[in-house]
């Protein structure tokens, strides 16, 4: 079946660096989603995807849709202690179509 | 707020007694989703409707059902609980116009 591989596993940051985090997989997606979640509640979206090349940013947060369709990064920029959290990412084949998640990046800031 | 509310949100039972799990929400979206979540897994789908009366399995069904009796209610069912279904199931609805999926809050299940 479909897999995305995420790294890093986790992260410890200090307050004020800039954090990057990515998805591959070995197949196609033609959506990326980004989602953030924090202890005792779903995961809520954070970036959306929907074209190869696409670079998308939501405040400090910025996401891209690789060319080849098959990978996608965050990039969180000056990173502050709500920053701390779940991050994953998930691919969509088509329209109303399940979702395939990584496993998750826990990121935690020193502050 | 995509107004999906989860019930219960915690839960505790016994192995081997039958375990039902509501997501409802209330602005007619067309598809629903059933994940659970585990650590190091991420989120994986157990079951999905595309419409009232319209389900598919996802890729963790063995041993859960659904229903969908009308377009606000979704129920996962647990025939018979076992200690390894204890998760935290999260339900998902995507939006009719869009094709991002925006998740509930949850319901924490121990199986004792």
């Known amino acids: 079946g479909q897999q995305l591989n995420q790294s890093p596993q986790s992260m410890f940051i200090q307050e004020g660096e800039d954090v990057s985090m990515n998805c591959t997989s070995s197949?196609?997606?033609?959506?990326w989603l980004w989602y953030k979640q924090d202890p005792g509640e779903g995961p809520v979206l954070l970036i959306a995807?929907?074209?190869?090349?696409e670079l998308t940013s939501n405040g400090r947060l910025t996401a891209q849709f690789g060319i080849t369709r098959k990978d996608s990064f965050l990039n969180i920029s000056a990173s502050i202690p709500s920053d701390v959290g779940i991050y994953f990412c998930?691919?969509?084949?088509?329209?109303?179509?399940?979702?395939?998640f990584g496993a998750g990046t826990i990121l935690r800031v020193k502050s | 707020d995509a107004g999906i509310t989860q019930s219960p949100r915690h839960k505790v039972t016994e192995t081997g007694t039958p375990v039902t799990l509501r997501c409802h929400q209330t602005?007619?979206?067309?598809?629903m989703y059933w994940y659970r979540q585990d650590p190091g897994h991420g989120l994986r789908l157990i079951h999905y409707?595309?419409?009232?009366?319209?389900?598919d399995k996802g890729e963790v069904s063995d041993g859960y059902s659904v229903s969908r009796s009308k377009t606000e209610d979704f129920l996962l069912t647990l025939e018979s609980a076992t200690s390894s279904q204890t998760s935290v199931y999260f339900c998902?609805?995507?939006?009719?116009?869009?094709?991002?999926?925006?998740f509930g809050p949850g319901t924490r299940l121990l199986v004792l």
């Open positions: 998902a609805i995507t939006q009719q116009r869009q094709e991002t999926q925006y």
């Open positions: 998930a691919g969509q084949v088509e329209y109303g179509n399940k979702l395939v």
């Open positions: 602005e007619n979206h067309r598809y």
């Open positions: 197949s196609i997606f033609n959506t």
């Open positions: 995807l929907y074209k190869a090349g």
């Open positions: 409707s595309y419409g009232v009366k319209d389900t």
